[in-house]
């Protein structure tokens, strides 16, 4: 009897038939990370595919040449894409609401319909299974952001800042980030020509320009919000508020005491940080630096006037 | 010589799909590389049965002929049709489907791996997921969520031991219907037998998680089908012991559109002129709302109840005083 991991397996080999009929070599790690397995086991899986076959012959015409898996003849069968179980369905369908695709949305319904066996209706999985989700506002400029970063066009975008402002920025966009549920977008800012993160869900308008991204050294994304390099505020934190709640990316208890901790917090704008602060009410205090403890004043002042306005 | 059960997996998903005939179990038995031809019929009979369950579960449709008893592949049924993606939309799932990958705690990273596989010619190739950008998730995995996954999609029971606020336990047994996360916690929503009621609980808070083991293969009971899991989650300032309060905020356009997906799920929502929305919701939390009103503002406001604006205020005036100019608070 096949073992859940033989099963698995076979499952894997089976996808990997489909992603073998359109070239004639393919980068081992290439499927590697396709299928989420190490280079080890993707070799152990192409090898033993090289030994399946119809009534002893008609074997898969793959082998392996170090690195690269070799197709080298029509393969015996199975050469179109098997249709998602009602599994894959049903992660392909999370992950995509997880990005604000609505249930609806015409994409969904073209994936599900042409690809899965008796395809589950995308309001049955999210009726299951729910992520963090993003709006549909945030999914229809990720298709747009996704694509002028793979083509490498540079992009004009109305960002809401921190602090409340619409601003216009040229940007020439990297990488699309995901922290915590929430999707950013990295990439180089003319506007402060410098390496800036943005929000998706605060950029109100996206323009896809003409113009092509100037060949920069265009550095991989090898953390989702990398802290490295930034400037460092301590806080005190009173008792009972833990840093676990609040969820501050790479940020450490330093000190601790009876009457609370003291945490240092990596962070890119002020604005953000204060805005953190101020919503703690009182429960965090900005020991340095002085600049940040101005920004949060600054902060809570401008929320009361907004209160006495209203 | 014995080959590895996923080569015989293989081989027969070949051998089924080879042509338009049906194979009887005999041609089957002696035609696939992997089957014992010289043992018990019956031990045969339920290597194949379950061999059969195992293509299903891979997404392929095994169809019968009642006449000749013979076994086939079904193309139509079996083999994706061409789909037609816009190229932005691709690209999304690309980049999406990269990112979600990278997340630890994304519980159906197999089966999401499996499916853009599989999709992967529509898709345009999967370099761009190749090259996913890594880690997106701030913690690793939580190995209770697959539990609780893997119950809620084989219908089964789960016992739990459940750790209130209060610091007490409880043993718990559950019908999982459904599994959120949300502000970086997981939560899972079912039928609580002993409660008589459907509860939601913090899947951090639940210890000893095990899943019914008798008859893993028939369902335990029947998730209504009107069951949404998103009527039952609240919001950040929902889970309190206060009130609830009914409390009004205003909001601006420019703020909505970051918290629009906050508030389509809990109260409702009226919009003015100007494109000013307000937006009534119960709470039970007024810390987290003072909280969730601040880090999402600017351009959110308190209208009502006028105790709720008067806590604000003092939480501000505690925020500037510590941190004035003169001296540290």
Known sequence: MARPSSAEAAKRMLALIALLEDEARVPLSRIATTLGVSEKVAAREVERLSCCGIDGYLMMPVYLDGDTVEVFNDLPGLTRPIRLSGNEARALVAALSAAGVDDDDPLLLK???????????????????????????????????????ERGHVISIVHRSRSGEDITRVVEPWHLLRWDGTFYLQGYCRRVGALRTFRVDRILELQVLEERIPTRDIPPATVALDTKGMPLARVRLESGTTLADLRWPEARTVAEGGDGTVVEVPFGTPAWLARQIVSLGGRATVLEPASLRDAVAQVARAEKAALTEG | MAIDSSERLVNLALYLSRDRSFSTIDDIRFGVEGYDREGSTEAFERMFEHDKDNLRAAGLTIQVDEATQGYRIDPALSFASEIALEPREAAMIRAVG?????????????????????????IGGLDALAKAVPSASSDSADPRVAVFEDAINRSKHVTFVYAKPDGSTDERTLEPYGLARFAGAWYVVGYDRMRENIRMFKIDRASDVAVNPRLPKSEDFERPAEFDVADHLGLEFQFGIEGPHQVELRVEPGAARIVRRFMERSGSLHEEEGGLLVWRVEVTDTAALIRWVIANGPGIEILS????????????DRVEVSHGSSELG
């Open chain 1, 111 to 149: 994936l599900l319909e042409a690809s899965a066996v008796a395809p589950p209706s995308a309001e049955e999985v999210s009726a299951v299974l729910r992520l963090d989700a993003a709006d549909t506002e945030t999914a229809e400029l990720l298709k747009g952001l996704s694509l002028a970063i």
């Open chain 2, 305 to 316: 109840p006028p105790r709720l604006v008067e806590s604000l205020r003092s939480a501000l």
């Open chain 2, 98 to 122: 990269g990112l979600i990958l990278a997340d630890e705690e994304f519980p159906l990273k197999r089966d999401l791996r499996l499916a853009l596989a599989k999709i992967g010619s529509s």
